[in-house]
Nanobody, 124 residues
C-alpha cells in the first residue's frame, strides 16, 4: 500500500522558516514527479511546487524565491524549505506523487497519490 506521510508543519512567526518533509512508502517514486499543494481556510487547494525525477523544479508565483523543493531519491523523500513565511502561507500542506514517470505537473488531477497533510500556521 502506497503512503505519503508529511511532517514538519507547525506555528511560526512571519518572516520565519519551516522545512516540510514527505516520506513515501509502498513503492519508489525516484522516476516520478512529486509535488506540494496547499489549502488555506475557506479556499480551494492550490499548487505550490513540483520536482521532476532529475531535480528540475517549478513553483507557483506566490512562493517563487521563498520556497525550495528538493528530493532524496535514496530515502524516497521530498522536502519543501519555506523561508520568509507570510500569514497568507497559512494552510494545510499536502504532498502528492504521480503514478507514472513524466514531466513536471501543477494540476491536481495529474497526481495519483496524496498525503494526509500537515498544518502550517504563520502568525503576524
Amino acid at each position: 500500500q502506497v503512503q505519503l506521510v508529511e511532517s514538519g508543519g507547525g506555528l511560526v512567526q512571519a518572516g520565519g522558516s519551516l522545512r516540510l518533509s514527505c516520506a513515501a512508502s509502498g513503492r519508489t517514486f525516484s522516476h516520478n514527479c512529486m509535488g506540494w499543494f496547499r489549502r488555506a481556510p475557506g479556499k480551494e487547494r492550490e499548487f505550490v511546487a513540483a520536482i521532476s525525477w532529475s531535480g528540475g523544479t517549478y513553483y507557483a508565483d506566490s512562493v517563487k524565491g521563498r520556497f525550495t523543493m528538493s528530493r532524496d531519491n535514496a530515502k524516497n523523500t521530498v522536502y519543501l524549505q519555506m523561508n520568509s513565511l507570510k500569514p497568507e502561507d497559512t494552510a494545510v500542506y499536502y504532498c502528492a506523487a504521480r503514478a507514472w514517470a513524466g514531466g513536471l505537473a501543477s494540476r491536481e488531477y495529474d497526481y495519483d497519490y496524496w498525503g494526509q497533510g500537515t498544518q502550517v500556521t504563520v502568525s503576524s
